[in-house]
Structure formats: structure tokens, C-alpha cells
């Protein structure tokens, strides 16, 4: 396993950008999926986008075109690149991680960054 730490929530605009990155502990170079999550009051943790070790992604229709996953190997990192952002898009943003041979259906998951959009 690795842990991994979320950065980068704030207070934005309607149409404005944020950057989130999820630092790891280790290596993610192997690891089969990073994912970024997001969880707004009241509804359940939602997936939003995941990068794949063999360079593909996946984003929800929500932010699909707005949002962009990235990994930077080098830096153990994953960044999120959120722009025109929506009021929609306030939620606590989880940074994931999960591989085939872990055996684990949920993965790891960092504590969270809020993310919060109003005017």
C-alpha cells in the first residue's frame, strides 16, 4: 500500500480553475489505477476520474471536458486539473488508488480536500 495526501481545495468562483494533486508515499508508477472521488453533503461518494498505468482515462459525464487527470511519476504524484468549475462541483475530493493485486474492492484513499464553489 501506499498513503497518499490530498492538496490544493479552496473557495473558487463559478467558471473558475483549482489544481489538486495527491501526493504519494511511494512510487505510483505501478500502481494500475489512480482516481480522483469526490463526495458532496448528503450523497454518496462519486467517482470522477481515473488514469489507468497504461496512459488511459475515464471521467465522469459531469466534468468530462472541464476536468483533466494527469500522473507525474517522477514526483509520485497525481494532479487534477478542475476548470469552470460549477457550484455542482463543491464536494470533498478524494485521491484513490487501487491495483488488481491488492485483493482490495475499495483501494486507498487520502483524508480529502474540500473543494468549494460559490459566487
Known amino acids: 500500500q501506499v498513503q497518499l495526501v490530498e492538496s490544493g481545495g479552496g473557495l473558487v468562483q463559478p467558471g473558475g480553475s483549482l489544481r489538486l494533486s495527491c501526493a504519494a508515499s511511494?512510487?505510483?508508477?505501478?500502481?494500475?489505477?489512480m482516481a480522483w472521488y469526490r463526495q458532496a453533503p448528503g450523497k454518496q461518494r462519486e467517482f470522477v476520474a481515473v488514469?489507468?498505468?497504461?496512459?488511459?482515462?475515464n471521467y465522469a459525464d459531469s466534468v468530462e471536458g472541464r476536468f483533466t487527470i494527469s500522473r507525474d511519476n517522477a514526483k509520485n504524484m497525481v494532479n487534477f486539473q478542475m476548470n469552470n468549475l460549477k457550484p455542482e462541483d463543491t464536494a470533498v475530493y478524494y485521491c484513490?488508488?487501487?491495483?488488481?493485486?491488492?485483493?482490495?474492492?475499495?483501494?486507498?484513499w487520502g483524508q480529502g480536500t474540500q473543494v468549494t464553489v460559490s459566487s
Open positions: 484513490n488508488a487501487n491495483d488488481t493485486t491488492w485483493n482490495s474492492p475499495w483501494g486507498i
Open positions: 511511494r512510487s505510483i508508477f505501478s500502481i494500475y489505477a
Open positions: 488514469s489507468t498505468s497504461d496512459g488511459t482515462t
